[in-house]
């Protein structure tokens, strides 16, 4: 009966340990198209501005984010990439900046 129960709290500690494993996911932004940003079928589209935001702020060595811009050009992505669905993501990102 003791071996039994040692065995069910053993167990039962064994579960509560347990760490689910989380999953890496990769995503190549250069793979990205406008329709894909839009439809957020690669992943949320705040995730892809903040990276794109990043990415260019590191281009120009600014290490500050300024999240009005980054939402103001979100919204700007967004609604050129509504009219250019097949145009890669970072293709959409160049002709937006000129």
């Not at 996911?25 to 995730?47: A, E, F, G, P």
């Not at 984010?65 to 050129?80: E, W």
């Amino acid at each position: 009966m003791v071996q039994t129960r040692a065995i069910i709290l053993g167990a039962f500690a064994a579960l509560l340990l347990a760490v689910p494993a989380k999953a890496q996911v990769l995503v190549d932004v250069s793979k990205i198209s406008c329709d894909q940003y839009i439809t957020q079928r690669i992943t949320h589209m705040q995730t892809v501005n903040v990276w794109l935001a990043g990415f260019y702020a590191g281009r120009r060595n600014n290490p500050v984010v300024d999240t009005q811009a980054l939402n103001k050009n979100g919204n700007k992505l967004s609604r050129f990439c509504e009219s250019h669905r097949e145009m890669p993501l970072l293709e959409a990102v160049e002709a937006n900046t000129k």
